[in-house]
């Protein structure tokens, strides 16, 4: 059988994300927010966020600590806190 490759494991993730209906702890949607958008967006952080409240500043913060990442280690870290969160 052929494995599945990185792009369709990201998408799966994404819908398995998609569908939760469990309430998770803020941290941890923030670690999610951060993995997806530097898999989708990389670089493109700063320009983002027009507005800033204290909301957006949580999100932007944690996005910020993942920039050092490529888009392929986010989609694979995105891809692990999905799984570990549906076990």
Known sequence: MQEKDLDTLFLEAYEKASNMTEALPPDVMLR????????????????????????????????????????????????EIINSVLK
């Open 32 to 79: 999610i927010y951060a993995y997806y958008k530097q898999a989708t967006k990389g670089k493109e952080q700063i320009r983002q966020f027009q507005t800033f409240d204290l909301r957006d500043g949580f999100k932007m913060n944690a996005w910020m600590q993942v920039k050092h990442l490529s888009a392929d280690e986010a989609k694979k870290l995105y891809i």
